[in-house]
């Protein structure tokens, strides 16, 4: 009897689903880590908007009682999104339909299947990251006129100009040692594939000093710091936030010139608000971790990979080239990791420098070097190939060992 109406209540889940969907509300899981919390939820309303022109309403479903940042909540249910706690049983009964729905019946056309898609927005890390019909939408759920007053006032107190600044993440470990003893270890991976993501903070100071002396003022984001800047130069508004004060990190990647930062959650929070990127130290290369935008500038600076055995580095086509060997999440394992035979190579002051400055070059319209698309280095294989962004000039005219085929 318990399975039948285990049945039964999924069907009925499907048709409300599938009812609902055609009337402008979409059902969606609400993340818990702080990445997903901000593109997900942006994604599928852009996925929506891609289809139909216009925006859906949201009923979003926690998937743990973990809210990473609390005011980007309190923002989406400002747009009328309807977040259900994870212990409601509305919230139990949409995460098992969404594990019982096959959403890819053969022969569908491609509308059909981007509709069939939407009825509970279970899409892989693949599709979340790389679909170009979710990059060049305007942002679904941007600050309200009562948050723009808001953030206007926390920029005049940090003494900030919008568009005056850039806003920067050096990533340690300690974010995510402190969600693993909230939420368990979901998202916690293994050591060697964690660190092979950070970014050390003294690598950002030359950029950001270079910038300083351009009138563009550096911010530092992120939850938790290991370490104080201890320069002048830079706003060190990582280390002076209340734990309480989410609502700066919203109004500071949404008047920011661009975002410099490792693929952490913060650049698919910044993406969410359509700010330019610079991602720098970019593991792994070139899976998911790439913007694909066509309207905006994108800088990446992929981290370069060190052959324990062989006493030298890849080259970018052999680094491209892993990724139709395995899937990018068996990274994830330590031994699997080990058994490369690799060591991860963290970008240099110069190389960060070099790409921030043609960034910040691009978006003046003063960009007179080279262009390097990521596509002229990926294959029709390789999930990235879609990507609009380029490959900074000085990390390739530094590397031309790797770029040598």
Not at 289 to 301: C, G, K, M, Q, W
Request: glycine residues 4%; charged residues 25%; hydrophobic residues 40%.
């Amino acid at each position: 009897m318990k399975v039948f109406l285990l049945q039964l209540a999924t069907l009925i889940c499907f048709s409300i689903a599938k009812f609902l969907l055609r009337r402008g509300i979409i059902f969606i899981a609400y993340g818990d880590a702080f990445g997903h919390q901000a593109w997900n939820t942006e994604h599928h309303a852009r996925k929506y908007y891609s289809i139909f022109d216009r925006f859906p309403k949201i009923i979003a479903f926690q998937r743990s009682v973990n809210i990473p940042n609390k005011a980007l909540l309190a923002h989406h249910r400002s747009h009328g999104v309807w977040v259900i706690h994870s212990s409601n049983v509305f919230s139990r009964l949409f995460y098992y339909a969404r594990a019982k729905w096959i959403k890819r019946p053969q022969h569908e056309t491609s509308l059909s299947k981007d509709i069939n898609d939407l009825i509970f927005c279970h899409y892989s890390m693949d599709e979340l990251h790389l679909d170009p019909k979710t990059e060049d939408i305007k942002v679904a759920f941007p600050l309200t006129h009562l948050e723009q007053r808001q953030a206007t006032r926390l920029l005049i107190s940090e003494h900030l100009e919008q568009y005056k600044y850039f806003c920067f993440h050096d990533r340690t470990d300690t974010y995510k040692n402190l969600q693993e003893k909230i939420i368990g270890s979901k998202y916690r991976n293994s050591e060697h594939y964690e660190q092979a993501r950070n970014t050390a903070l003294e690598t950002i100071f030359s950029a950001a000093e270079l910038m300083h002396k351009k009138g563009i003022q550096a911010v530092r984001l992120g939850a938790a710091p290991e370490q104080t800047v201890g320069v002048d130069f830079i706003n060190d508004y990582s280390s002076s936030r209340s734990s309480r004060d989410d609502f700066a990190d919203l109004a500071l990647i949404n008047y920011c010139k661009f975002f410099v930062g490792p693929n952490s959650g913060i650049w698919l929070f910044t993406r969410s608000f359509n700010r330019p990127i610079c991602l720098v130290n970019v593991f792994p290369w070139p899976w998911i971790n790439l913007p694909a935008s066509r309207d905006r500038h994108n800088v990446i600076v992929p981290k370069k990979l060190w052959h324990t055995s062989e006493k030298r580095f890849l080259t970018i086509k052999e680094m491209t080239n892993m990724e139709t060997r395995f899937h990018w999440k068996r990274l994830y394992d330590s031994s699997f990791f080990k058994s490369l035979s690799i060591e991860v190579v963290e970008n240099t002051s110069e190389e960060i420098c070099g790409a921030v400055t043609e960034l910040n070059d691009r978006i003046d319209g003063e960009w007179n070097g080279p262009d390097y698309l990521v596509a002229d280095f990926l294959t029709k294989d390789n999930i990235g190939h879609c990507s609009n962004a380029y490959i900074s000039e000085f990390f390739v005219r530094e590397n031309k060992d790797i770029f040598t085929y």
